[in-house]
């Protein structure tokens, strides 16, 4: 990780920090070590006074684990007591120790592997942590069946040896960047969907929308749903689903003055000039409560202020390439030590000018 992108990522973070965040948030870094796997295993000693009667009820009260995966860890014997393999009835005693292997190797051929260049912010024995670059999907299609981010983590995986299928937590737009988060293993996908379903699973998004907004902070409550004879536009739809989306205008040039050289301008030195010609619009921090396809860019759409660049519900934009749409942040529970963390994904390049317009 370079020097620049640490600065960037402390800079976000003491943005955070001014900004009142109630909740104190944690940015880990984990030097890659190729080849070296960690195993991952669930550990539970029962207490005095315990009021459990069998395996399964620690399993399901302490882990919350599906029935589902319950079933798998039965049928792969790789559930333990004392050292010794059980099934799940088995009955308990106080200091007994409770060992589930979540380390069973999986079939992940449906995927082809990729050498693509991957931004990993954090990795450790539970998940991947990426910044994706706007213009590649997460997903394999017709279209893009050896050149989406997947393909590039089903590689990784070979490289580092860990045989389990490719699970991406959240999902982003092809156009759109930033943060996208792979589970290791089904256990650690089920507790993050949980979260997700839950609310407590935060996603922050950095969005730049044509025009000024006269509210500079909101909420949109707007139920979406699928347009009528199209696959992928979406629209405002009192039929569709419940939709709820937070923002803020933010202001970052003043953190990025501290950042920026004039050496780290001069890339974008057009694009600046052409920029502070252009000042019609926002830079917008969105918060989302829900999780619909295309929900920002909808959310904006339907009232007047698309999202700069975005050719599906707006037009094109001189200034970026892509809609503006970035997710930054992300924070929840990791679901093997109970705390809170939280991740920052850098600003791209292709937002530097409308960041720095003022210089």
Known sequence: ???????IFILLLVYLRLDNLKVTISIFYKIQQKGKLQKVN???????????QNVKEVLKAEFQMSDRLLLKLKKLQKIYLNHQCVYVHHPILPGDVIICDLNDEEDNTNIVPTSIPLAILYEDEAYLVINKPAGIPVHPSMEHYTDSLSNGIRFYFDQIGLKKKIRPINRLDKDTS?????????YIQECLAKQMKSNKFMKKYIAIVNGR?????GTINLPIDRKENSIIKRCISQNGKTAITHYKVITLQSLFQNYFSFQNMYPHKQRLNNCNNFSDFDIVECTLET?????IRVHFASIGHPLLGDTLYGSA???????ALHAYEIS???PITQKLVSYIAPIPEDFYPFMIKDF
């Open 317 to 323: 934009s001189p200034f970026i390439a892509r809609q």
């Open 332 to 334: 929840f529970i990791h």
């Open 178 to 186: 930033g943060i996208v988060l792979f589970a290791k293993n089904e």
């Open 213 to 217: 907004l006269e509210q500079k902070s």
């Open 1 to 7: 990780m370079s020097l620049e992108t640490v600065k």
């Open 42 to 52: 669930l550990t539970y000693q029962i207490p005095k006074g315990t009021t459990y």
């Open 291 to 295: 999780g619909r396809t295309h929900q």
